[in-house]
């Protein structure tokens, strides 16, 4: 079995080969990251040997195209969190950074974890995943717009005093414009309303990303919505960022890949855990939502914090548990809703099951 792991670049992808068994350095490759190149790199892994088992640093849309590549043509692919990389780097005996040693650190890890999720064709999940990022960076923009235009409003005297966290409602758009339309012209004045403007633009561009979301989340996982404190753009975060819960054998590597399973510190008789800062942070991020949600208006959720106050852990060490187990039914429902998803494919059209399986 060869193990070859793949340091991700926008011009260039550095690939090196590692026998699995013995860790020995096989061979070394760097191509671009064109229709040949990814060709070159696949006919020199063939020449190499039969088995083998490719780990891309997961560096979002750096490994994308090649990732399909690959699985397209039949070959495992495995992604690498980027700090599973450096903390194999680190560890090393090659001391130094380049695209080889990274690449190099990159198939240790591969070897050193075996149970990382592999790598599966995309479906509607990535579409998902790219309407929330997408909606992210928006409404990041619209905040920095909004710092600028109050800046600005300060500094122009309006009248009008607008309250926090209103700059993203129409009405009080809306007053705003009709303010600064009774001052003097000026290069400021014009500023300030091209940024009420572009407030108000990106308001509606933000919630018509969310009633996208919204109807999308509902016919892919319906079963998410239906718990507690799961709304639909957490719902939406947790089926793009899981890519495909089927991926994942179990709950507890799910867990793991979400950063809510804790991390044994014990030592002799002392028994103890630490907060896991490893994972997936969106995920955990998602799960958290959910968690402070059920903890406020959820009564499972209120009577399970309080026997865990009652064992003698703290509200956060509490909180950490109920989001573990949160991890475990949201991994149940991912999973019941792609299955669904994939009998009902299958029962329009029984030739997709190939496909199915491929992208399981």
Not at 20 to 31: K, P, Q, R
Not at 61 to 79: K, M, N, P
Not at 222 to 228: G, R, S, T, Y
């Amino acid at each position: 079995m060869i193990v070859l792991g793949i340091d991700p670049h926008k011009k260039s992808h550095t690939a090196v080969a590692l026998e699995a068994a013995t860790g020995e350095l096989l061979g070394e490759l760097t191509v671009q990251t064109t229709a040949a190149g990814q060709a070159q790199l696949l006919g020199w892994a063939r020449r190499l040997g039969s088995e083998r088992r490719f780990a891309l640093e997961d560096c979002r849309h750096l490994t994308g195209r090649l990732e399909r590549f690959l699985i397209e043509r039949g070959e495992a692919s495995v992604r690498v969190p980027p700090k599973l990389m450096a903390q194999t780097r680190r560890s090393a005996r090659t001391r130094g950074k380049s695209d080889a040693i990274d690449a190099a650190a990159v198939a240790r890890a591969a070897l050193r974890e075996p149970h990382l999720p592999e790598a599966c064709l995309p479906g509607p999940e990535r579409e998902l995943r790219l309407l929330c990022d997408h909606r992210s960076d928006l409404v990041a923009e619209r905040t920095r717009i909004q710092g600028r235009l109050r800046w600005h409003l300060h500094d122009l005297a309006v009248k009008l005093e607008v309250p926090a966290k209103a700059l993203d409602r129409a009405c009080w758009l809306t007053r705003l414009a009709e303010a600064l339309a009774t001052l003097p012209a000026g290069v400021q004045v014009r500023i300030a309303r091209d940024l009420t403007e572009r407030c108000r633009t990106l308001t509606a561009e933000i919630n018509a990303l969310e009633r996208e979301l919204t109807t999308l989340t509902a016919e892919l996982a319906p079963e998410l919505l239906a718990l507690p404190g799961c709304g639909a753009l957490t719902a939406a975060c947790l089926v793009g960022e899981t890519a495909g819960a089927l991926r994942f054998a179990s709950e507890a590597r799910f867990a793991m890949h979400a950063g809510v399973a804790p991390v044994p510190v014990s030592s002799g008789r002392t028994d103890r855990y630490r907060l896991n800062r490893r994972g997936n942070r969106q995920l955990n991020c998602a799960l958290h939502r959910i968690a402070v949600t059920q903890m406020r208006m959820h009564e499972p959720a209120r009577a399970y914090m309080a026997r865990k106050r009652a064992e003698g852990k703290t509200k956060r060490e509490a909180l950490r548990c109920l989001k573990r187990h949160l991890a475990r039914t949201v991994w149940r429902a991912l999973r019941a809703a792609e299955t669904r998803r994939e009998a009902m494919l299958a029962s329009i059209d029984p030739s997709t099951q190939p496909a199915l399986a491929l992208a399981s």
